[in-house]
């Protein structure tokens, strides 16, 4: 066997182009030798994580040889709760990215099962179909607000049809889907398929739109719908990946099939059962949104920009030419920003919330770079 042999993958895993996070200040120090930097590339809580996460994070660590509880009871118990479901309903992921891979490979057979989503969805529902040799199917957005065209995604539909991914709202375009086109998509499901609604955003979402349409009051008529959320937006805890889907049984003891054990670490669970009770946090984290995003908007706007509208703690920006060189520009003045042209987004760029002194500096610099 030759070495090329040896090393040879699957043409499917061959094939695919690795998911590109958002850079780290750390590296950005390393390259330009700046300090002082503001990312806001990567949809964070600028106001950080919950004071009581960070403190039950510290008590965890006093027992940090052990373990954790490989069933996240506690976590569980507490989740179900605050939701008005049984805890067995509840599955815990290493963030919700990984519990996007758990349901491909759990539901999906390679080579003959489709997953379906809308083009510019979250990039890893392509990545984790593909990466288990399982199609992906993107349908057509509206030209407008890059929102998911209903007609194209129900067109898509087939005896194929295994997993559907709807994020509501949407990273990075921050369109949502309203309650009609919601209610439209679950009537025109096939037999065979899971609709996984991921709401990474749900809280910011239910602030600021009353009429978002919350996928939770659904699961009682039509028990096949997956409500993926996660601790990394506004609790601030996305370096301790912590995420859940709320599911049938039956999906959830399937994933325990599958997941890797202890998969959620120990300070991950003790600071996310501490900052589901951290309203103080959460009410500041949304009020945060309300005056930044506007804040934001606006000042890109007075530059002539396009900035659709979201219910995320980000904004869509059109620069109206390719934003890789904007990007690199504002790099070297200190401001870590997101190109959207993995998402086939060329010209546009997706800015965090920041903090206000984040915010200004961040319009001060595209003023400079434009």
């Known amino acids: 066997m030759s070495d090329v042999d040896r090393f040879a993958v699957p043409a499917h895993v061959a094939a695919l182009e690795p998911y590109q996070p958002g850079k780290p200040i750390e590296e950005l120090e390393r390259e330009l030798g700046i300090t002082g930097i503001v990312k806001l590339a990567s949809n964070e809580n600028p106001l950080g ?60 057979r390679p080579g003959e099962d489709q997953m379906v989503t809308h083009r510019h969805a979250f990039i890893s529902y392509v990545i984790a179909a593909r990466t288990h040799g399982v199609d992906a199917i993107e349908t057509a957005v509206r030209p407008d607000d890059l929102g998911c065209d209903v007609d194209a995604l129900i067109a898509a539909f087939g005896p194929r049809t295994r997993l559907v991914y709807l994020a509501n709202p949407n990273n990075p375009t ?26 990474a955003y749900h809280e910011y979402a239910a602030a600021l739109d009353p009429g978002y349409p919350a996928s939770q009051p659904y699961r009682r008529e039509r028990p096949w719908i997956i409500t993926l959320r996660t601790f990394s937006k506004i609790y601030g805890l996305a370096g301790l990946r912590v995420g859940y889907a709320v599911a049938d049984r039956r999906v959830v003891a399937e994933l325990d099939r599958v997941r890797r054990p202890f998969n959620v670490s120990s300070l991950a669970q003790a600071a996310a059962l501490a900052a589901l009770d951290d309203t103080d946090h959460v009410a500041r984290s949304v009020a945060a949104a309300r005056s930044g995003l506007p804040a934001l908007a606006a000042g890109l706007g007075a ?68």
């Open 49 to 108: 994580p919950s004071p009581r996460a960070i403190e039950a994070a510290r008590a965890a660590l006093g027992t940090a040889h052990l373990y954790p509880d490989g069933s996240g009871f506690a976590l569980r118990g507490a989740l179900a709760a605050r939701l008005g479901v049984e805890p067995g309903e509840v599955a815990l992921g290493a963030g919700s990215n990984e519990l996007i891979h758990l349901l491909v490979r759990t539901f999906c």
């Open 174 to 199: 921050g369109a949502h889907l309203t309650r009609a086109e919601l209610e439209r998509i679950l009537a025109a499901a096939p037999p065979r398929a899971l609709v996984v609604i991921d709401e």
């Open 303 to 370: 530059l002539g920009l396009r900035v659709l509208p979201s219910l995320g703690n980000f904004l869509l920006c059109d620069l109206g030419r390719p934003a890789a060189p904007v990007y690199q520009a504002l790099l070297a003045r200190g401001v870590i920003a997101r190109p959207m042209g993995a998402w086939g987004l060329a010209s546009h760029l997706r800015i965090s919330l920041g903090t206000p002194p984040d915010i200004e500096r961040a319009l001060a610099a595209v003023r400079a770079v434009l």
